[in-house]
């Protein structure tokens, strides 16, 4: 028998928590728990603690002058750089806003114990890899190439993180990154590997906050998504970024955010009359790295590895919301064959030992899409994991298959960038090859 979508309470005797009142705690704990936030808004009382929509950036602004900008962005006495102090505050608050809703939600949900194992192994996990979150979690928060919380929207999370090259001589092309972490625990600040390295290579990565549940559901996710994308369309040229050269991308549970949100972009653009504020045209192709597509065929997995179709129906707003937001069936609809054709190319990456999300769904998406006339294709990783190709394999360092194949569709057509490419130092090993090992036979994910 079917079961029941999760109610919006919690059934136990516990006291009843709505979701509007989960809502309200999640916001309360990041309003407070986020002492660096930075505000677009030109009317906050501390100038120096705002970034300001319009204009941060000239179009052909020199080494220095954004170099100066980074270092008052970054310090709120407008001074050479963020103290050591105020980092390990922001550090440290961020740590606990992550931690203290990872707490409320398993007491929201009242999970069971399958859950409980998979946070426990989710810990494991994460200790077996501190070596290279250290790393990474220094460079995210002391670095002057990265500037964090830029606020997109008016909603809770509404925040985006910017990673740039150190060679800021014009401008570059730009990947727009939305997080994964199954609708639930997804941050922006668990791109931060990627952004790194990318940067590295004369890229700039947008990484992308949005809701997540229960302090919102999918079509919340979707809206933040694509508020962000629109931001960084009509904004990224300031921060150094070109804007006819966005490429949209997304990981695991983000992959499939981002391609419903670039699909329902695509359905207003072919529609009359509709109101967008950011174009298709504008994004060059469409990257999903191990993202599921089709989620008729992904409930019942997904109810087996311990996202039970209760809470799964929820997130995504019950049973009859479940086509909406699956692109690989709405793209078959022949009502919107324009809007097929508005999509840009899609690549789609997944590793064959997935067990998260089965290789098949990238596969069968990329098949979908080129029989109704899209572009599309699917790159495999044998033998590669949910986590390998995202984070394992990154923090071994030396040659990282993915990553090269990313770099590559970027830089694309620039004869001068793909052979700095070739002459690229190979990338520094993050943790030990026995940490990784352990790490991934351990992986709840």
């Not at 398993?106 to 989710?122: D, M, P």
């Not at 929207?153 to 985006?160: F, S």
């Not at 996710?221 to 150094?240: L, P, R, T």
Request: hydrophobic share 40%.
């Amino acid at each position: 028998m079917q079961q029941p979508v999760l109610p919006l309470s919690n059934p136990s005797p516990m006291p009843t928590v709505s979701a509007a009142t989960a809502a309200t705690t999640l916001l309360r704990s990041q309003s407070d728990l986020s002492p660096n936030r930075l505000s677009i808004s030109p009317q906050s009382e501390d100038d120096d603690n705002v970034i300001e929509a319009m204009p941060l950036l000239p179009r052909a602004s020199s080494h220095t002058n954004l170099a100066q900008k980074r270092r008052r962005r970054a310090s709120p006495a407008g001074g050479g750089g963020q103290s050591f102090r105020e980092g390990v505050e922001h550090a440290a608050s961020e740590t606990y806003l992550v931690t203290r809703l990872g707490f409320n939600l398993l007491r929201y949900l009242g999970v069971g114990y399958r859950w409980i194992t998979r946070f426990l192994a989710l810990g494991c996990y994460a200790f077996l890899l501190f070596p290279g979150f250290v790393q990474v979690g220094y460079y995210y928060f002391f670095s002057s190439q990265v500037i964090r919380g830029i606020i997109y929207g008016n909603q809770p999370r509404n925040r985006l993180d910017i990673y740039f090259p150190k060679n800021t001589n014009g401008l570059k092309p730009v990947v727009a990154f939305v997080t994964g972490g199954a609708w639930i625990i997804g941050y922006k600040a668990w791109g931060s590997l990627l952004g790194q390295q990318l940067s590295e290579r004369d890229i700039i990565v947008a990484c992308i906050d949005y809701r997540n549940f229960p302090q919102g559901t999918m079509s919340d996710m979707v809206k933040d998504a694509s508020e962000g994308i629109s931001f960084v369309c009509n904004h990224i040229a300031e921060y150094g970024g070109d804007p006819n050269r966005i490429y949209l991308m997304g990981q695991s549970a983000g992959a499939h955010i981002a391609a419903c949100a670039m699909l329902e972009q695509a359905i207003k653009e072919a529609g009359e009359g509709e109101s967008t504020s950011w174009s298709l045209s504008q994004i060059r192709a469409y990257f999903g790295l191990s993202g599921g597509y089709n989620l008729f065929n992904l409930i019942d997995h997904f109810d087996n590895r311990g996202l039970y179709r209760s809470i799964f129906l929820s997130i995504m707003e019950g049973e009859q919301s479940l086509r909406r937001f699956s692109p690989e069936v709405v793209v078959q609809d022949p009502s919107i064959r324009n809007a097929v054709s508005l999509l840009p190319p899609t690549i789609l990456f997944h590793g064959t030992a997935d067990c998260s999300i089965p290789s098949d769904a990238s596969k069968d998406f990329a098949d979908t899409l080129q029989r109704v006339g899209g572009k599309a294709e699917s790159i495999l990783y044998e033998g590669r994991t949910h986590t390998d190709i995202f984070l394992q394999d990154p923090m071994r360092g030396g040659e990282d298959k993915l990553f090269e194949d990313l770099v590559s569709h970027i830089h694309a057509g620039d004869s001068e960038a793909l052979a700095k490419d070739a002459n690229a130092p190979p990338r520094k090993r993050l943790v030990p090859e026995f940490m990784l090992k352990l790490a991934r036979s351990v992986s709840p994910f």
